[in-house]
Each structure stands twice: as C-alpha cells, then as structure tokens.
C-alpha cells in the first residue's frame, strides 16, 4: 500500500532562468532538498540531538584526515567492489536505515529501493518503513537487502516481523541499539511533530495480521532490551545479526563474545546523544576490539569519496549513508538516489586512483595521516 504525503512536500520551485544547474556534490542535493522540503520535514530530516555537537562533528572529524597519495602505481584499472557478509556489492556505499522516506518522496522506499538495485548496492530498510515490505521487495526483487530492527516490546511483534522479512529474501538482521528512548530533538519539540500524524508511523504487523486483528495498538521499543536478549533473537533467525549504534571498544568487545556476525559504528547521525564521538573517531576503537573477528561497517558525516576512503583505511568493511539518500529521494525521487549514489561512487574511484589504490584490498591505514588542526 502506499502512502502519499504530499503535504509534507512544497511544490518544486518554478526555474525561470531556463534548466536546473547539474548536481554535482552530494552537498548539492542538500541545498536543493531543503527548497522543496516543508520546514517541518527538513528539521525532521537534518535535525540532530541536544546542541548538534555530534552531529556536526560527524562531518569535521573527516577534514581532520588528511591523505598519503602513493604514485606510479599503475591506475589504469581501478575496481571499487567488495562483499559485505559474503555477498558482492559494487563499490563499498551502502544505503542507512531511515525511516518514513514518503516524507521526501510519494513513493518512498520503493524509488529507493529500486534506486539500490540499479546501483548493486545494499538497501538496510528500516523498521519504520512507510511503503510495506512487501511493495519494497516486489519492486525491486534482485537487490540485496538488510533490515533493521528496532526492538519491540511485544515479543510476538518481533518474531512476525522477522518470519516476515527472512521470507522476503532479506540477507541480514540489523539491530539498532542506540534507541532505548529517543534522543532530545529541539526542533522536533518546536515544531511539535508527532510521529503518528506527521510521519505516519504505521501498524508494523503484515497486512494479514492486521485483518485478522485490526484494533491497532501502537508497538514502542523495548527500552529493556540487553545482551542476554541477543541468544533469543539468535535463536529465532537464521539471519547474520549486525548492531547499529556500537561507539566504544567495551561494547565491541561483547558484541564478538555474544557471536554476532557485524557491527555499524554510528551514532545515529547525531540524533540520539549528543556529546558522544564522531563515528569516524570511534571506528578506530571498535577496529581494534574485534581484531578482525567480525566486519566492522560506519555511517555519519560521509558526504564525499574521499571520506570513504579514509574509513575504510581506518578499517571499515563499507560504509552506510543517512540523509543524503533523502536528500536525493526530496529531489528527484529514484533518479535523486541514483544520482547520489553514482557521484560518490564515482568520487571513491576518483580517490581510489588518485591515491594509487587499484582495489578495495589495497586500502590500508598508510594512506592517512590524522592532523592536529
Ligand atoms: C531522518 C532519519 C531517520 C532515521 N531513521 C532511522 C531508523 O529508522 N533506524 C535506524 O537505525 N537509524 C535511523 N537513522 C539513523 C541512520 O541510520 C544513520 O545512522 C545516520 O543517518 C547516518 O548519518 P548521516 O545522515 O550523516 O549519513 C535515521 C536518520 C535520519 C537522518
């Protein structure tokens, strides 16, 4: 079913000086995004936690880096794939949970989905998707997908939806662990968005069990979920299971010895606790806990190929994107995405080569220099 929430959108402003200059960074898309976004929706999407220290942070961290070009290396073929959990993407950028993307575009998830296939790249849907998983997965039936789960409190509610999304094909379990309650968002309170009316947060039951039970009891996150809990999710998929969220060595450290196959640092973008690390600055910490164990993937701030490049020389198997998925979606839909996923593919081969890298193995942590500006 989909849900068009065109009042969430303005219409897209009339040019009359003749075409729209090209997109040519994804900073491009952000600028555009928030001329067709409703404030309401732009805050929703750009907003961070508490003061914004984080989520600012997320992008500084980078420019910290600087790069150790190697030459005379050969570059005349450079090959941006990799694998992630055994399966081969083509380069390594892949697609954040976020939720509600009919916010940003009618047909949300889907034009996102779709937008994913065609860049052969994985797609971690959240569980806050606004089209059904089922549209999701008709629409474009070859891409590889994760999803992500936000833990809920009715225990059944979990293992339907995980049934639900190992049945459609999904590859892995991703479960966000930085939600116990959701972060201080000034701007979401000023603006006094409401989840349900505003972003239309759905019953997450498939379209079956609804008929059968249609009375809708909104399901809230289980804030009492711990690591014990993992060997029960364990015990109910098959599927490899990622944590979201982890930022400290403490933590994955007992994401190894609870045998889970991956992590993403990330600090949600820095919309849940401000004050903490950029993810980039923790990566190195988590890198350096699991010794090699499992794959260690990042998300917050990457906003060009050189900052993809830098995580993976601090060790990062891929690397996820948040807003600017949105931001492609706010301005052209699937092409949006698609566009925003080509140019950074296309700037990570740029790095690649410019640094003397021929392939994703070839990475490695000589490539930077951290600076004390
Ligand atoms: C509008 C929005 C919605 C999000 N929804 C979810 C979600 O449903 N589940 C989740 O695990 N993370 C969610 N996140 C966090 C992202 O997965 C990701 O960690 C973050 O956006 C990465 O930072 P970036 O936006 O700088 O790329 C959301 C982020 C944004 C901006």
Request: proline share 4%.
């Amino acid at each position: 079913m989909l849900v068009v929430t065109q009042m969430m959108r303005k219409k897209p402003p009339r040019n009359e000086a003749g075409p729209e200059m090209p997109f040519v960074c994804l900073t491009d898309f952000q600028a555009r995004a928030r001329e067709r976004l409703s404030k309401l929706t732009w805050d929703y999407i750009e907003g961070g936690a508490g003061e914004g220290f984080t989520q600012e942070d997320n992008i500084t961290a980078f420019k910290k880096i600087r790069l150790r070009p190697r030459y005379l290396k050969d570059v005349s073929e450079v090959d941006t794939r990799t694998t992630i959990q055994g399966e081969e993407i083509s380069a390594p950028i892949c697609i954040s949970p976020t939720g509600f993307h009919c916010i940003a575009w009618p047909d949300g998830e889907m034009s996102t989905a779709r937008a994913a296939q065609a860049a052969g790249i994985c797609y971690v849907t959240s569980t806050y998707a606004s089209c059904t998983l089922e549209d999701i997965v008709s629409t474009a039936p070859g891409g590889l997908r994760w999803f992500q789960l936000y833990v809920q409190r009715d225990r059944q509610l979990n293992r339907q939806l995980i049934q639900r999304v190992e049945s459609l094909g999904f590859k892995a379990l991703v479960i966000t662990v930085d939600v116990p309650i959701s972060g201080n968002r000034w701007h979401d309170v000023r603006n006094q968005l409401d989840l349900k009316t505003n972003l239309l947060l759905k019953d997450l039951r498939s379209p079956k069990e609804r008929n059968s039970m249609p009375s809708l009891q909104m399901s809230r996150i289980d804030p009492s979920i711990c690591w014990d809990d993992l060997s029960w999710l364990q015990s109910i998929t098959q599927l490899p299971i990622i944590l979201k969220g982890i930022l400290t060595k403490e933590d994955a450290e007992l994401a190894v010895k609870h045998n889970v196959q991956g992590i993403i640092v990330s600090n949600h973008g820095g919309r849940q606790l401000d004050e903490v690390p950029a993810s980039i600055d923790a990566l190195t910490e988590v890198v350096a806990a699991v010794k090699g164990k499992i794959e260690v993937y990042m998300d917050g701030g990457i906003r060009t190929g050189n900052d993809v490049l830098k995580a993976l020389a601090l060790g990062a198997k891929c690397i996820f994107l948040g807003r600017p998925i949105l931001w492609g979606l706010a301005c052209k839909g699937e092409r949006g995405v698609e566009e925003v996923l080509n140019i950074l593919k296309n700037e990570f081969h740029t790095s690649m080569t410019l640094t003397g890298c021929r392939s994703v193995a070839e990475i490695n942590r000589d490539l930077i220099q951290i600076s004390r500006l």
